[in-house]
């Protein structure tokens, strides 16, 4: 019985062999081994990243902010005959309506005179900065 004990960077582990083994053989495994394990590592740090920002927004929500969204919400409930669109708990602003905007795939209903969802909130696109005031 042989042990080889493999390192590469801060990564190290010890693999066990036979002497009759060759070493291609012996190569194609620690091969398999390692990028095993570093699937494994993988793995296990985006399943960190996970825990702690969550998962990602449904498609037809990417991009909009949370009035946005509770405004869609509030759209869609008010569209099968649910709560009604004009309550104000949806925008959380004066003006409680909403309009449908049609998206690449699906439509979505976002605050009338709200602001682009698409706009550059802090000024830093292209180089240029907003004045704050």
Known sequence: MVKLH???GTEEFIY????TASVDAVTREIAVMHNLKTQLSRF???LRQLARHGPMKP???RGLSEDEIAASVAAR???SGGAAAGSGSGSGGKDSKSAMVDTKDT???????SANPHADPTGMRNGKRKRLR
């Open 77 to 79: 409930t008010a569209k």
């Open 59 to 61: 498609l037809d929500q």
């Open 107 to 113: 439509k979505s209903a976002v605050a009338v005179g």
């Open 16 to 19: 066990e062999t036979k002497v």
């Open 6 to 8: 493999v390192k590469q």
């Open 44 to 46: 296990c740090e985006q």
